[in-house]
Nanobody, 123 residues
Framework: QVQLVESGGGLVQAGGSLRLSCAAS????????MGWFRQAPGNEREFVAT????????YYADSVKGRFTISRDNGKNTVYLQMNSLKPEDTAVYFC????????????????WGQGTQVTVSS
C-alpha cells in the first residue's frame, strides 16, 4: 500500500507561482512513477505531468509544458509540481498518483491516489 498526501495549494493571482508537494508513505520511494492530475468543476480529470521512478524522465501535457516542472526527492519520498505563469484555466483540484510504469497519462493505470489540493488562480 502507498499513501499519498498533497499540500501546497491555495489562491494565487494570474502570472503567479505555486509549488505543490506530494508526500508518500508505505511501499514507496523509487518503485513507482508519479504523476499529477487535475480536475476542474464540471470537467473530466486531466493529466498534467509524470516523472519516472529514477527521476530521469518526465512528460508533460501540452497545456502546461514550459510552465510546470515535476520533480521528486526519493530520499524524502516527496514529489513536487512547480507551477509558474499560472492562468485562471489552471484552477482545479490537483491530485498526485503512483503508477507501476512510466510514462502513463491515463488515470486508470495509476494504482494509488491522494485526496487532492485546491489551486485557484484569479484573473
Amino acid at each position: 500500500q502507498v499513501q499519498l498526501v498533497e499540500s501546497g495549494g491555495g489562491l494565487v493571482q494570474a502570472g503567479g507561482s505555486l509549488r505543490l508537494s506530494c508526500a508518500a508513505s508505505g511501499r514507496t520511494s523509487g518503485r513507482y512513477a508519479m504523476g499529477w492530475f487535475r480536475q476542474a468543476p464540471g470537467n473530466e480529470r486531466e493529466f498534467v505531468a509524470t516523472i519516472s521512478g529514477t527521476n530521469i524522465n518526465t512528460y508533460y501535457a501540452d497545456s502546461v509544458k514550459g510552465r510546470f516542472t515535476i520533480s521528486r526527492d526519493n530520499g524524502k519520498n516527496t514529489v513536487y509540481l512547480q507551477m509558474n505563469s499560472l492562468k485562471p484555466e489552471d484552477t482545479a483540484v490537483y491530485f498526485c498518483a503512483a503508477a507501476p510504469i512510466f510514462p502513463v497519462v491515463t488515470g486508470d493505470r495509476y494504482e494509488y491516489w491522494g485526496q487532492g489540493t485546491q489551486v485557484t488562480v484569479s484573473s
